[in-house]
């Protein structure tokens, strides 16, 4: 089993700053990336950012230059600085991992349960 373990979510004001941590834990051999998703009522999952292993990055443009995504190896963790929060960052954000549970398996990609974040005006 692989599990991805999400916090750090809340209510802020708009122009504060949340930090979001997310772990994987479980039967994991390797992790080839790991990257936030948020879903607005009413609206699709979309990507927010991601980094690879080796650190490799993207982000949505409605976040590049307010949002910094950054990655711990060792830890299996991958946390999410949001800047500069604005009333349209409100959503559930979901953490994901794509990733391998032995050599000899296939990539998987998983999901964490979602953690709201609520920026008011």
């Known amino acids: 089993q692989v599990q991805l373990v999400e916090s750090g979510g809340g209510l802020v004001q708009a122009g504060g700053s949340l930090r979001l941590s997310c772990a994987a834990s479980?039967?994991?051999?390797?992790?080839?990336?790991m990257g936030w998703y948020r879903q607005a009522p009413g609206k699709q999952r979309v990507l927010v950012a991601r980094?690879?292993?080796?650190?490799?990055?993207n982000y949505a443009d409605s976040v590049k230059g307010r949002f910094t995504i950054s990655r711990d190896n060792a830890k299996n963790t991958v946390y999410l600085q949001m800047n500069s929060l604005k009333p349209e960052d409100t959503a559930v954000y979901y953490c994901?991992?794509?990733?391998?549970?032995?050599?000899?398996?296939?990539?998987?990609?998983?999901w964490g349960q979602g953690t709201q974040v609520t920026v008011s005006s």
């Open positions: 994901n991992a794509v990733l391998r549970r032995a050599l000899s398996d296939y990539t998987g990609e998983y």
């Open positions: 479980g039967s994991i051999f390797s992790i080839n990336a």
């Open positions: 980094i690879t292993s080796g650190g490799s990055t």
